[in-house]
């Protein structure tokens, strides 16, 4: 989804735009980019069509439920399906188990983190559901992790407005 696409559907439905992009993005689907979906809020906010702090609480319960989204998904069905992946890639057996035993060890600490981190922030969610976090801690570590990484890409659009597509190349 490019920068015109998400302007017109951002600026046709506002509140309810944001918080269906950022959960698709959040539930780690193709062409929504965060880099390109939380500065684009964050400019909405600074120019006056939604306040800064709504967008903030939109995007992170958008986050959130997509978060928990992967968390059940992993919880649910993880196990069954890391059985039928490494019966077919017994290869990386050793790898999946070694990130798992990550998870395990560093909880609520290796949520938070992931939730930091490009790529690894969206997907951290399924080991944690397959390890069957505790959903309370699962929750709270998430949504510091998210509100921070969604603070940090909407205020950049917030503060720098369209500079930032510009910086991008986007603009």
């Keep these: 989804m490019d920068v015109t696409t998400l302007t017109y559907y951002f600026t046709r439905y506002g509140a309810v735009a944001i918080f269906v992009i950022v959960l698709l993005e959040y539930l780690n689907l193709p062409g929504f980019p965060a880099g390109i979906i939380m500065p684009l809020s964050g400019i909405m906010a600074a120019k006056g069509n939604i306040s ?16 928990l989204a992967l968390y059940a998904l992993g919880r649910g069905g993880g ?3 890391l059985k039928a992946y490494t019966r077919k890639f ?7 188990e070694k990130n798992l035993e990550w998870i395990r060890q560093k909880g609520c600490m290796g949520v938070f983190v992931g939730k930091l981190l490009p790529m690894i922030r969206t997907i951290v ?3 944690a559901g397959v ?6 801690k699962y929750v709270i570590s998430s949504t510091c992790g998210i509100l921070i990484w ?8 917030y503060v720098l407005g369209d500079q930032v597509f ?3 190349g986007m603009g």
């Design 90 to 96: 017994p290869k990386q057996k050793e790898v999946l």
């Design 52 to 67: 800064f702090l709504w967008v903030m609480v939109i995007s992170v319960s958008a986050g959130l439920l997509g978060s």
């Design 150 to 157: 969604n603070f940090a890409f909407i205020g950049a659009g």
């Design 166 to 168: 510009r910086m991008l």
């Design 125 to 127: 969610s399924i080991p």
């Design 131 to 136: 390890v069957k976090m505790d959903l309370a």
């Design 79 to 81: 196990e069954v399906f």
